[in-house]
């Protein structure tokens, strides 16, 4: 969290793709000390290195990198794929390093010790820090930012730039909008236990369910990102909204049990659509909004900042209904959460769409 304001300034002073590209190659170096099995303490200051090199170095960088490239016409196309990317990607990454931990693992997983276990997951860890650090390289090659890169950037930024920014009302709209819709992001890790306590699936099953989300994200990010573009894309976030609302409410009003399959599968779907849309275009209204290109990362920083904060906040939120409230009951008010922050988050976005319908 700390990361965010203070990486969101070096977006403009340097170039992208080399904070990009070095953010990769120091997280692919992290990747190979994790490979030596550190312990747990070492392990917390690692996991906050990556912290460091996956927001300070990276974050504002990849969005504004985003925004050029997808210049005055182009904004939900281009922020549509980059979520729809990062989804396909995750989901990508995932089987790959299944699969390379069933290649190297020389005996059945049912008989496998600890020692078999940690061989094979370490040349998983190998092969995705090898994969980073050849990203980068393509990344360092081969991402401009245009004709020419000292046009989106700054010599450095001083407090009159960081109350320009923090004058805009799309600033200040979006930090709520991110933090509300990033509420509804964090509600589907739990999902899938909802289909086990709820729904009375089996651990498979409900497994199942979790995966079927992971590839809903890209999938709605890509054909959103495709769409909108001929829309107004300040109203499609509306429109995202409203469906983490109306899903929101679905499971919030115990209508929901094993007897209706259908119905839970459809309100997960409504959920998920909603969510993901909501992800791929959050930023992507920032040039509707008239936030200044060249200050696009002191702004993510400031945006972030806020909009981030249910990644403290949320997972113990929901731990504490689950846990206070066994059974449908948490779930229900899990999903009350949810419909709360998602009629916030409408009503902001609504507030962004009028102020610059004229966009």
Same mark, same amino acid.
């Given at each position: 969290m700390?990361?965010?304001?203070f990486?969101?300034?070096?977006?403009?002073k340097?170039p992208?793709?080399?904070? %990009?590209?070095?953010?990769?190659?120091?997280?692919?170096?992290?990747?190979?000390?994790y490979?030596?099995?550190?312990?747990?303490?070492?392990?917390? %200051?690692?996991?906050g290195?990556?912290?460091?090199t996956t927001?300070?170095?990276?974050?504002?960088?990849m969005?504004?990198a985003?925004?050029?490239?997808?210049? *005055?016409?182009?904004?939900?196309?281009?922020?549509?794929?980059?979520?729809g990317?990062?989804g396909?990607?995750?989901a990508?990454?995932?089987?790959?390093g299944?699969?390379?931990?069933?290649v190297?693992?020389?005996?059945?997983?049912t008989?496998?010790e600890?020692?078999?276990?940690?061989?094979?997951?370490?040349?998983?860890?190998?092969?995705?820090?090898?994969?980073?650090?050849?990203i980068g390289i393509?990344?360092?090659?081969?991402?401009?930012?245009g004709?020419?890169?000292k046009?989106?950037?700054?010599d450095? %930024?001083?407090?009159?730039?960081?109350?320009?920014?923090?004058?805009?009302p799309?600033?200040?709209?979006?930090?709520?909008i991110?933090?509300?819709?990033?509420?509804?992001?964090k509600i589907?890790?739990?999902?899938?236990?909802?289909?086990?306590?709820v729904m009375l699936y *089996?651990?498979v099953r409900?497994?199942k369910v979790?995966?079927?989300?992971q590839?809903?994200?890209?999938?709605t990010g890509?054909?959103?990102?495709?769409?909108?573009?001929?829309?107004?894309?300040t109203?499609?976030?509306?429109l995202?909204?409203?469906f983490? %609302?109306?899903?929101g409410?679905?499971?919030a009003?115990?209508s929901?049990?094993?007897?209706?399959?259908?119905l839970?599968?459809?309100?997960?779907?409504?959920?998920g659509v909603?969510?993901?849309a909501?992800?791929?275009?959050?930023?992507?209204?920032?040039?509707?909004?008239?936030?200044p290109?060249v200050l696009?990362?002191?702004?993510?920083?400031?945006i972030?900042?806020i909009?981030?904060t249910?990644?403290?906040f949320?997972?113990?939120?929901?731990?504490?209904?689950?846990?206070?409230y066994?059974?449908?009951?948490?779930?229900q008010?899990?999903?009350?959460?949810?419909?709360?922050?998602?009629?916030?988050?409408?009503?902001?976005?609504l507030?962004?769409?009028?102020?610059?319908?004229?966009?």
């Amino acid at each position: 969290m700390v990361s965010y304001p203070f990486g969101g300034p070096l977006a403009d002073k340097f170039p992208p793709r080399k904070l %990009i590209a070095l953010a990769l190659w120091l997280t692919a170096l992290g990747g190979v000390f994790y490979a030596q099995y550190p312990g747990l303490g070492t392990l917390k %200051i690692l996991y906050g290195y990556w912290g460091f090199t996956t927001i300070f170095l990276f974050w504002a960088p990849m969005i504004k990198a985003t925004r050029v490239w997808g210049g *005055d016409s182009s904004q939900g196309k281009a922020f549509g794929l980059l979520d729809g990317g990062r989804g396909l990607t995750g989901a990508l990454f995932g089987l790959l390093g299944v699969f390379i931990f069933s290649v190297f693992l020389s005996v059945d997983i049912t008989e496998a010790e600890l020692g078999d276990r940690q061989k094979a997951f370490t040349y998983v860890i190998y092969v995705a820090s090898g994969l980073i650090v050849f990203i980068g390289i393509l990344v360092w090659l081969f991402m401009k930012s245009g004709s020419n890169e000292k046009e989106i950037l700054l010599d450095g %930024i001083t407090w009159k730039e960081l109350k320009q920014v923090l004058k805009l009302p799309s600033v200040w709209l979006l930090m709520v909008i991110i933090l509300c819709a990033y509420v509804g992001y964090k509600i589907t890790d739990v999902v899938s236990q909802y289909a086990n306590e709820v729904m009375l699936y *089996d651990q498979v099953r409900s497994a199942k369910v979790g995966t079927f989300l992971q590839f809903l994200r890209p999938a709605t990010g890509i054909v959103v990102g495709l769409l909108v573009d001929r829309f107004k894309i300040t109203f499609w976030l509306f429109l995202s909204l409203v469906f983490c %609302i109306v899903g929101g409410v679905l499971f919030a009003s115990g209508s929901i049990a094993p007897s209706t399959a259908v119905l839970f599968f459809m309100s997960v779907t409504i959920v998920g659509v909603g969510v993901y849309a909501a992800r791929a275009l959050y930023f992507g209204v920032m040039r509707v909004g008239r936030i200044p290109l060249v200050l696009t990362g002191t702004a993510v920083g400031l945006i972030s900042l806020i909009g981030y904060t249910p990644d403290i906040f949320a997972g113990p939120a929901y731990g504490y209904f689950l846990d206070q409230y066994p059974g449908e009951q948490g779930h229900q008010y899990v999903f009350w959460m949810l419909t709360a922050f998602s009629s916030l988050g409408a009503m902001a976005s609504l507030a962004y769409y009028w102020i610059y319908q004229k966009e």
